[in-house]
């Protein structure tokens, strides 16, 4: 080991150079031989009846090679796109699953829903043609309000889900939170909408595939944080290609936040067609198309109550919660507010008692699923929102009574009553150096300053807790996940000394290239110069469930500890047997073996050729090669919890929010990369500061048209939007995995929400404002301070 | 985008006549706005004639009493030019103000105020400055020139040469811009010149506009005190997801004050 690449080492990430020199390859680079390119019709409507698809037309256009509708898909018994989490509601059945055809045969159920896919000898003829298709739609009201998505008498989006009612679900026992409320000194009680954004990972959704008509094999390229997932989907469930026909390759891929988690129309009927078209078939997304099809996220109408009693401590909390499903279900979307999200309630207090009511609704809008932090930052803006107006109400300080209901540092593991078992943790701590970094004491001093300057100051907490590191496969199944959450990892030396780790997860922005280096480097005493990290590839990697939940390094990164084990003990016997020496004597230190006590020594890459030159080699006794994998299953969730504390100024004639400080603190257990966590912590904070002050998906309530479908409405936060953020970190090492690590992908985006909206709410106070809605944009803003006044008038 | 013919001619006279006669072309300028409206295949010019070849129409020149900006000129090298910086800095602080770097380094005066975007910058200093439009064949005072949404007094093939801005005694142009496209979602330019006060609003409404009851009382007395209570009506204002016509009524009347303590400065 050295200690420049080690654990705990800033390295520069290694793939940067290709990313910054603008060699990455990404789907849309590929150069295929015959290639022809896709381009969908998408439904102008919101919801409607298709009468008729004339491509007659369009057939007779220079450069057309085919076109497909969904009577195509339908005649080929293509499968629909499936959820692969079956979520039971309260009476126990499994929720409305309506189908999610390929392609809209009969109905179009939001604006962007697939109607036909042309395909072409080049991208402009595609789109030629797609014009020249005449579609007969009779328009049908939609469905788009979320708050009304439930009303009797709204629009149905789909037959097999009446009243739009996808499940009606519940954690907790009702009766005892409302005793517990009965005897409450405090109720404190908000109504919020966690608004809805749309991911706008940098690079679009793509997807190429190309079929061997020699062997049968179709290799589909594809934008995927999860190939091996997306094969299995495709092949179990959509296609009916056998896995081992079906190669799925996602490289280099310039961004996801979840969004590129999910089995998607195109990238499936794009693979569909390439055996039918007998040629390559590219697609890569315009902006527009990302805007409109690319699952969203959040999108929760929410009422909650808290009850305290008379000194401030938590009895109950009560929450109810309608959220977004879309038109169709999305992968994972049934679970995003269940089991991500009203287990998280507990949050980092001892309240012993929580009920939480779950409606999922249908509406006419894209569908809705994971999203960076995915059902955790909601609950976190539930509960982080309402103890800082408990701490209000009760003109308490909100650090103070965040540390009375802390969980203490004693109590874990500590079991919720919302399901999960906190592994470990220590919050006070937390809070007190995020107090002390952020100048907390000095806060009043600098809003007086502010005022005088004509600003009204505020600051905000949010202390979050998050499950991640997805996760134990029992437990996951238990709940209805159709998919094991273990992670692979394979380790393969070459003769030469350098070594190859392969590993299931998936980099799309994380820097997995250098961090899964620095533990090899770490363990094994390999210069990152002589590591590779291969990811993203059936054909090469061993089957793994790709990146999100914060998971790559907590369960990838075990899986390749694991696997390291198995070299080192293998080394061990090699080396014993070079140095004739008895195994239990060998020890491995800094990338040799050793036998105590004499100077006998070999080195690891000694072992590695011996093992693929095996002319002094223990036969008998262990295979040739050096070549190890492993698999991980988590025992838990990872537990990775913080304060945020951000500091706002508000223009109070204008409305306009200024973020002036912000400060993060995290316990993400042991750290591999300080860099790489400081860009993810700065990352989430950014897009978290997005949500809470910027970024809008917004639809006409009448008409389901999207109206920020562009960066003309859709406001995405800039680099003078945010301050620069102060970190600081507290270490409580997860217990049960070998790198003592949680996760830090998501926590940034989990916690700022609350943390600005907050502070907001603690700058308007002095007005009389009790509410603003998230995002607080400048109009917002200013219609609550003005609202009343103006409609007056 | 579609198929179209394109022409790069070097001189203005080349470029009117490769225009004249054909319904369906199009001159571009910096092309700030064309070009994303081919790409989405909202246009279907038969030919684009670039003007960017034609060295005659760049430059920004002091001609007495006033600056002369070329209708090609860049935003960039407005922004950055010692003339305008020195006689109006208050247009050169808008033209820095305008889009993002690319933007400035692309779009032109010229082409701004022919395509009289409800949302763009320049109209308010063209107004507020009362700036004279010259083009091909003749000339066009600024109350004359901006006729409403997307609408100006030029004719077909008639193309911005110059703009020529008479030197302010005081001015200031106040942006707040469009948290998502950072266009101006109400800009007020500002203007003690010569001739006058003058008060120009733009984003706010279809198309920019002054505020006259604003400009009486500035030529009286040149505060912010002085306008504080002067409101515009909310009637007809832009309305959108990001501001409704009430909150643009109520940021005209916080941008021309502020504008006009930035004037004072």
Redesign the interface.
């Known amino acids: 080991m050295t200690a420049a690449t080690g654990i705990g080492a800033r390295v520069l990430r290694t793939e940067d150079k290709r990313f910054l020199t603008g060699t990455g390859r990404y789907v849309d680079d590929l150069p295929l031989a015959r290639a022809t390119y896709a381009h969908f019709v998408r439904s102008p409507h919101a919801h409607a009846k298709i009468k008729s698809i004339d491509t007659s037309a369009a057939r007779a256009m220079p450069g057309v090679v085919a076109i497909f509708t969904g009577k195509d898909i339908a005649d080929a018994k293509v499968g629909g796109l499936i959820c692969g989490w079956v979520v039971k509601d309260k009476h126990g059945q499994p929720h409305k699953a309506p189908p999610h055809p390929v392609m809209a045969a009969d109905t179009v159920r939001y604006v962007g829903d697939t109607v036909a896919m042309v395909v072409a000898n080049s991208h402009d003829e595609a789109k030629d043609a797609a014009e020249a298709i005449k579609v007969d739609y009779d328009a049908k009201p939609a469905n788009v309000d979320l708050a009304k998505a439930l009303d009797k008498g709204a629009p149905e989006v789909h037959p097999e889900a009446p009243g739009n009612l996808i499940y009606d679900w519940e954690i907790g026992v009702k009766a005892d939170v409302d005793a517990a409320f009965a005897k409450a000194a405090h109720v404190t009680k908000i109504d919020i909408v966690n608004n809805r954004l749309i991911p706008n990972a940098m690079e679009p959704r793509a997807a190429a595939a190309e079929y061997d008509k020699g062997t049968g094999n179709y290799t589909l390229w594809s934008t995927s944080q999860n190939p091996h997932v997306l094969r299995l989907i495709l092949s179990a469930f959509v296609l009916g290609i056998p896995e081992h026909k079906l190669r799925v390759i996602a490289p280099d891929v310039g961004g996801g936040f979840g969004s590129k988690i999910f089995c998607y129309n195109e990238e499936t009927m794009v693979t569909w067609a390439a055996s039918r078209v007998g040629r390559p078939i590219k697609w890569t997304a315009e902006r527009s198309e990302s805007f409109q099809t690319d699952a969203h996220g959040r999108d929760h109408v929410t009422h909650a109550e808290l009850a305290l009693d008379k000194d401030g401590k938590f009895l109950a909390l009560k929450v109810e919660t309608i959220a977004n499903m879309g038109a169709y279900l999305s992968t994972f979307s049934t679970a995003v507010p269940t089991y991500l999200y009203a287990t998280l309630l507990a949050g980092q207090y001892t309240t012993p008692l929580i009920y939480a009511n779950v409606k999922a609704a249908l509406t006419n809008t894209a569908p809705v699923d994971a999203y960076r932090g995915a059902g955790r930052p909601e609950a976190t803006y539930v509960i982080e929102s309402i103890v800082s107006k408990a701490a209000k109400e009760l003109k308490m300080d909100p650090a103070d009574l965040r540390r009375k209901n802390f969980i203490p540092s004693t109590a874990f593991p500590y079991q919720t009553p919302v399901a999960l078992q906190y592994d470990s943790g220590n919050y006070p701590p937390i809070i007190d150096e995020a107090i002390k970094i952020a100048d907390y004491k000095g806060f009043e001093a600098r809003r007086a300053e502010a005022k005088s300057r004509g600003k009204l100051r505020g600051i905000g907490f949010s202390s979050y807790i998050e499950a991640c590191g997805l996760a134990p496969s029992q437990v996951i199944g238990q709940l209805g996940g159709g998919v094991g959450q273990w992670e692979s990892a394979q380790l393969k030396f070459n003769p030469t000394g350098n070594i190859q780790i392969l590993t299931g997860a998936h980099s799309h922005g994380q820097g997995h290239e250098t961090t899964f280096a620095q533990l090899i480097s770490d363990k094994l005493g390999v210069p990152m110069d002589q590591i590779e990290v291969v990811h993203g590839d059936t054909a090469t990697t061993p089957f793994g469930m790709g990146s999100y939940g914060s998971r790559s390094l907590a369960v990838g990164g075990s899986a390749i500890m694991k696997a390291a084990d198995k070299i080192i003990a293998k080394g061990k016997k090699i080396a014993a047997h070079l140095m004739e020496a008895s195994v239990a004597d060998v020890v491995f230190e800094n990338g040799t073996f050793k036998v105590a006590g004499t100077d006998k020594a070999v080195p690891l890459g000694q072992a590695v050729f011996a093992a693929y030159v095996p002319h002094n080699y223990p036969l008998a006794e262990i295979e040739p090669g050096m070549d190890e994998n492993a698999f991980y299953d988590p025992a838990n969730f990872v537990y990775p919890a913080g304060t945020q504390i951000c500091e706002v100024e508000i223009d109070p004639e204008t409305g306009v929010v200024e973020v002036v400080n912000h400060t993060a603190v995290d316990d993400f257990g042991n750290i591999i990369n300080p860099m790489i966590v400081e860009g993810q912590v700065h990352g989430g904070i950014v897009q978290g500061v997005g949500q809470a002050l910027l970024e809008n998906a917004v639809y006409d309530k009448e008409t389901g048209q999207l109206i920020s479908g562009s960066y003309m409405d859709y406001t995405m936060p800039r680099a003078d939007d945010v301050p620069s953020f102060k970190l600081g970190y507290k270490v409580t090492p997860c217990p049960h995995n070998p790198l003592g690590v949680k996760g830090c992908g998501e926590a940034g985006a989990i916690a700022a929400p609350a943390a600005v909206m907050n502070a907001v709410h603690d700058a308007l106070a002095p007005l009389g404002v009790s509410h603003v809605p998230m995002p607080a944009t400048p109009l917002n803003v200013w219609q609550a301070i003005h609202g009343a006044r103006a409609a007056a008038e | 985008?579609y198929d179209f013919h394109y022409h790069r001619p070097k001189t203005l006279a080349d470029a009117v006549n490769l225009l004249k006669g054909k319904d369906e072309a199009r001159p571009m300028s910096g092309g700030m706005t064309l070009i994303p409206t081919l790409k989405?295949?909202l246009a279907r010019p038969s030919d684009v004639v670039d003007l960017g070849g034609i060295k005659e129409l760049a430059g920004i020149k002091v001609e007495g009493n006033n600056v002369v900006i070329g209708g090609m000129t860049r935003h960039a090298d407005v922004a950055s030019s010692a003339d305008v910086k020195s006689a109006i800095p208050a247009l050169a602080y808008l033209a820095e103000h305008i889009g993002d770097p690319q933007v400035r380094n692309r779009g032109t005066i010229g082409g701004s105020i022919a395509n009289n975007d409800p949302a763009a910058d320049y109209p308010g200093a063209v107004v507020g400055l009362n700036a004279t439009v010259t083009t091909n064949t003749g000339k066009h005072t600024a109350d004359s020139f901006f006729k409403g949404l997307f609408e100006t007094a030029l004719s077909d093939g008639e193309l911005v040469t110059s703009v020529s801005f008479p030197k302010a005694e005081k001015a200031a142009y106040m942006k707040?811009p469009?948290?998502?496209?950072r266009?101006a979602m109400v800009g007020v330019f500002v203007a003690k010149t010569a001739g006058g006060v003058r008060v120009a609003v733009t984003g706010a409404g279809p198309c920019v506009f002054r505020v006259k009851a604003m400009e009486d009382a500035l030529a009286k007395n040149f505060s912010s005190d002085a306008i504080k209570d002067i409101k515009v009506p909310a009637d007809g204002l832009n309305s959108?997801?990001?501001?409704?016509a009430?909150?643009r009524a109520?940021?005209v009347n916080?941008m021309a004050r502020r504008a006009v303590d930035a004037a004072n400065k």
């Not at chain 2, 469009?178 to 496209?181: G, I, L």
């Not at chain 2, 959108?240 to 409704?244: F, L, M």
């Open positions: 985008m989405q295949r707040f469009n948290p998502a496209s266009y959108d997801i990001h501001a409704s009430e909150y109520h940021l916080v």
